[in-house]
């Protein structure tokens, strides 16, 4: 009896409910004295837990000369009771869809806290750069050659400047001097959409800068990570840095 008490607590009862159901199940039908005995219950307490059941679909109440008897109901009315709790659940969701564009209006009007999300691995900084080269926007950057093809491929690096040029964005990049020439950064169409500039020769770094929208896009070629913060301010901020720069 203890083991079916713990496995209805695990459904949508609680102990107290799963003591007082399976009470009337072995009784059949009992008043509220018969089934607070079985139970092992306070009979004061009972019924809250009887309403609750009652509600639920797994007993139901009669009467008989002027007392009241709650018997149980077919045990696959739990059953029953889990699809009916799915439909008011469903109703509710599209009820909600229908609010959420008003609330959400609401919401970004009050208060609008930045987003930030961390990525790591090679896995992780394709995702960052993709996010950020899918725009129509202009992308500001500061930018580690060097560091950006000892990890990705000549061909990786046109995959996302051709991402950027067929979405019609534009890129603004301070570049780091190599250490030999780089002809991957050297394609003629690349002058259609891009702009850059070399920064002094020692200033040397192993991480890239990306600002795009709202995106700001911080990577660390030496560690693998990346973290893209997502808020208008701190994107205004890097951008204007990188154009006093240029």
């Known amino acids: 009896m203890e083991n079916l008490e713990k496995k209805l607590a695990q459904l949508d009862l609680n102990d107290k409910e799963a003591k007082v159901y399976l009470a009337i199940l072995n009784i059949g039908r009992g008043n ?4 607070a005995q079985k139970a092992n219950l306070k009979r004061t307490t009972l019924y809250e837990y009887l309403e609750s059941l009652a509600t639920k679909g797994l007993i139901f109440k009669s009467i008989s000369k002027k007392r009241v008897y709650y018997s149980p109901e077919t045990p696959t009315n739990i059953i029953q009771m889990f699809d009916k ?4 659940i469903e109703e509710k969701k599209e009820k909600m869809n229908l609010l959420v564009p008003e609330l959400e209006k609401l919401y ?3 208060y609008k806290k930045p987003v930030v ?7 992780g900084l ?3 750069y993709w996010k950020i080269f899918n725009t129509h926007k ?6 580690s050659p060097d560091s950006f093809f000892n990890l990705f491929t000549a061909k990786e690096n046109h ?4 991402l950027l040029f067929n979405n019609g964005g534009t890129l603004r990049s301070l570049v780091e001097k190599t250490t030999a020439p780089r002809p991957e950064l050297k394609k003629a ?10 920064l002094p020769k020692n200033f040397k770094f192993e991480t890239d800068l990306l600002v795009a929208g709202d995106l700001t896009a911080l990577i660390s070629f030496s560690a693998l990570i990346g973290v893209v913060i997502e808020d208008s301010a701190i994107a205004n901020l890097q951008k204007n840095f990188i154009k006093f720069m240029w």
């Open 159 to 162: 995959a996302l400047l051709m």
């Open 85 to 88: 709790q799915k439909v008011v």
């Open 117 to 123: 999300k961390f990525y790591e691995g090679k896995k």
């Open 108 to 110: 970004s009007q009050a």
């Open 126 to 128: 394709r995702e960052i």
């Open 189 to 198: 169409e690349y002058k259609k959409f891009i702009q850059s500039k070399n």
């Open 138 to 143: 202009t992308i500001y950057s500061i930018f």
């Open 32 to 35: 509220v004295t018969d089934i």
